[in-house]
């Protein structure tokens, strides 16, 4: 019933680093991951291992990147798909932030999908990897989905085949970035109907889906479906995915993946000098509607002044819960 649809894990500021991904990958083999938004002038000239490198197990993984400059985006994607091998390669135009306004990227970038048009272009011209762009659904209080639509047909036109669409209107003049995420209003019918109007791109649909009846009653009508908030608070709601959508009987039990993230740990401790709290504070909602969560996340704010084995400091934390 689901061949072919495709979940992906948002990306989120400051959650969706290395660490989580490697840790939501140990959950769930099918979800198509993605980076935090990373700037582009960030990967020109900064630490581009220490942005952009990865586990092999994360893939497929898709960069998502923010900027307007043609050349600077073209740049990145090459090497994000020659340096590090990504799976995709993504352009923000939703990022609903004063600050990323100022810089011209994010949702701002809506109403110049011609400098959009111009950004995928340049990358076609020089490198094959997938690109796709992620938007919203229009800017300011007011939704109008013809202004959606002719974003949607200028950029498409570029050659951009894939889009992921937050299901709100950015409203900048009025909301910070986090209530931007919960206050404008949803309208997945105007999603519906894009897909509806193009056919032939592939529409991933973004924004408030917290369960797996929205999941797929959403997969009726678009081709894909990215989950954010959710899945950062609850990760094993991606055993629900795996077993419902995928039809992967074979998912792994929660004390299980702690085991396998230990080695991932001791090796990031090691060789990168990673702290055991940077890793861990992505296991805060393991144990989400488990008798005893509380205590897990009581025990995780206090894990890096604790000492000795990995294995035994992490299972320490667990013994008491039955899952």
Known sequence: MYKNKKIYVAPMMQYTDKHDRYFLRIISKNVILFTEMIPTNA???????????????????????????????SQCALIAKKQFNYDGFNINVGCPSRKVENGRFGACLMNEPEIVGKCIKEIKKNTNIPISVKCRIGLGEKQNYFFLKRFISSVSKSGCKQFFIHARNAVLSKFNPKKNRTIPSLNYEFVYRIKKDFPDLEIIINGGIDNITSIKDHLEFVDGVMIGREIYKNPFFLKQIEKEIFNNKSVTTRKKVLEKLVPYIKNEMKKNKASIQSITRHTFGLFTGIKGSKRWKQYLNNIKFMKGNIKDIIFNGVKNINE
């Open 43 to 73: 990967i020109i000239h900064g630490n581009k291992e220490k942005l952009l490198k990865y586990s092999k197990d994360e893939h497929p993984i898709i960069l998502q990147v923010g900027g307007s400059n043609p050349k600077e985006i």
